[in-house]
């Protein structure tokens, strides 16, 4: 039987009134908004793929201030009404975006809350990422997926910044991390990682000049649908 909360799902998804073989239908929904060929290549990758990131990690005690940040565009936490919202206009986004919504969705129902979303000062979302604190250890244990570290009680890991296509090359990337690792700074934590893939060098050169360094280089594994990283810290 399905919760409203997936009948929901599915009324966003323009799947009608009625809801037989839920699973089916979700995953029909997600083969016709990314493609046979991106499906397939994820599917693939899941069975068996090799990958490597690198592993940042930032002293918050000497988080820099000097850097120029945006006034107009502020973070707050998401609930599972904001991602509805954004879920009812996905059919607009690329085919790429549209697989980083539909990843930050299902990271989100795994139990990984800690998602903020940036808006603008007309009120549209403009980005959203996630900050995880130990917390979500307990999360991390339970999930066959171990793509996430194991926090000691004075850290942090920020993840899965994804900023919508239309407000890109706006220079928000500075403006949305600063304003989270502040919120993490406030809560007392020292210690901030993160990951980046090893390919997206735009990314890592914008982390480095936040503060971070590269703390280690990391192998990612998927085999037969698990996942770990080989994260030493």
């Known amino acids: 039987m399905l919760t409203a909360e997936s009948r929901n799902l599915f009324k966003i998804f323009g799947m009608g009134k009625k809801f ?3 699973c089916i239908r979700f995953y029909f929904y997600v083969l016709n908004n990314l493609g046979i060929k ?3 290549f994820l599917f693939l990758k899941r069975i068996i793929f090799v990958d490597r990131f690198f592993c940042l990690c930032l002293n918050l005690r000497a988080l820099r201030e000097d850097l120029r940040v945006r006034s107009d565009i502020k973070i707050s936490q998401c609930n599972i ?4 919202e954004i879920l009812n206009q996905i059919e ?3 085919k790429l975006s549209r697989k980083q919504i539909l990843a930050g969705y299902l990271f989100f129902k795994r139990g990984y809350h800690g998602c903020y979303l940036g808006k603008n000062k007309h009120g549209e979302i403009v980005s959203m990422q996630w900050l995880l604190r130990p917390g979500d250890n307990q999360i991390t244990l339970k999930n066959t997926n171990r793509t996430m570290p194991i926090l000691a009680k004075n850290e942090v890991c920020v993840e899965n910044l994804f900023i919508f296509p239309k407000y890109r090359n706006l220079g928000l990337f500075t403006t949305l991390n600063m304003q989270i690792l502040k ?3 406030e809560e007392a934590y020292s210690i901030c990682y993160s990951f980046i893939h090893r390919k997206n060098i735009k990314s890592l050169n914008c982390f480095l000049n936040i503060g971070f360094q590269i703390h280690q280089l990391v192998d990612s594994y998927n085999f037969f649908g698990f996942s770990w990283r080989n994260t030493k810290k």
Do not use: V
Not at 81 to 84: K, L, P, Q
């Open 20 to 22: 037989p073989n839920s």
């Open 38 to 40: 991106r499906t397939i």
């Open 81 to 84: 009404s904001d991602f509805y």
């Open 92 to 94: 607009k986004f690329d």
């Open 183 to 185: 919120i993490a700074k």
